[in-house]
């Protein structure tokens, strides 16, 4: 081998040496680049200055011992040095004596060194994309994207919804007929035929009944109270218990449109019901009242008015809102306005009242 080469045995030895030296320090060279990448990828930016000074300070060290190693063996004399050995390590290995000596070997670690070289330039490239990027430098399809906030769309769709129902609601109430507006519009002219002012009574469940007291203290001149017992209560009341009272002693003309109704309701429990409740008034109470206070009643409804007589009087019911003489002279007549349409509620009653005179 020696003859071979053309260099002493115990030449060959110290090639060899150097050469083990020289991978090892490649290998540590290596493991510590790991490291530094390691590190960097780890930093925050509260860290990152410490970091770099550390990365730095330890591969200064290794290079420092490294060069010592190579000085101690060489005895001061290295021909090819640690920065040198990464450029002449590229050249063609079929030239050099190493490569000679050690039969090709050197060749396929000058490439394994080559490709690790390559790998830890791109982890220094990584380790300074993660140190050195924000969150906002990063492509928009890596960022996460936000949590949608479910409550809101649940209430942008109920308002949504609430918002069609309220459009088809009106779309229909477009299409319906102004039930309140025909029934005012077919009031005009009656009430203008009537030549009185309308008042207008607290739709209170009592109105019926407030606008017959209306009728009498004002039209009549009566007072509505005709028993003792009825002395202190409000006008209404009173009212309502001379209905009751006249309907109770009269059951044979009354009991007749309860049994033709679907209310199951017997004479006596409905009487009780008109005294004391706010049960509202119908036909029967006009009836009884009329009789009871011996008055006519004349209702304006329907776009027709109608003349309501105590019983055994021979007149017929009149259709139109001329009162005879013979009613002037005989009895007075209460003047009321009834309005099915006209009141949230429902049905309503207004007193008439004669015109104001100045």
Partial sequence: MATLAGIKPDTANLMESIEEIRSRHRRELRDLQGRITNKKKNATKKTRKGVNDECAALEQSIRERHQAELLAVTGGNVDNDEDKSDNEDQKDSKESPRNILNGGAQEEEDKEVDADADADAVADKLAAASIGSSVNELPQQQQQPKKRNRQKDRLARR???????????????????????????????????????????????????????????????????????????????????????????????????????????????????????????????????????????????????????????????????????????TRPTLWLVYYRHGYGLGEHYNSLRPKATF
């Avoid at 006249?246 to 044979?252: I, V």
């Avoid at 209310?263 to 009871?292: C, F, H, P, S």
């Fill in 159 to 329: 308002a949504a919804e609430m918002e069609e129902q309220a459009s088809k609601a009106q779309e229909e109430a477009s299409h319906m007929l102004d039930h309140k507006a025909i029934e005012q519009e077919k009031m005009k002219s009656l009430l203008a035929a009537s030549g009185r002012d309308e008042y207008a009574i607290r739709p209170d469940g009592h109105c019926l009944f407030s606008a017959v007291a209306d009728q009498l203290a004002t039209v009549a001149g009566r007072s509505v109270q005709l028993v003792p017992d009825d002395a202190g209560l409000e006008p209404f009341r009173v009212v309502r218990h001379v209905a009751a009272r006249y309907m109770k002693e009269h059951p044979d003309d009354f009991a007749p449109f309860l049994l033709a109704s679907e209310d199951g309701v017997d004479l006596a429990a409905y009487v009780e019901k008109i005294r004391n409740t706010v049960l509202w008034g119908g036909q029967m109470e006009l009836m009884a009242l009329a009789n009871a206070y011996d008055v006519c009643i004349q209702v304006l409804h329907d776009g027709r008015s109608e003349l309501i007589r105590p019983a055994g009087d021979t007149g017929d019911t009149g259709t139109t809102v001329t009162v005879t003489d013979k009613d002037k002279e």
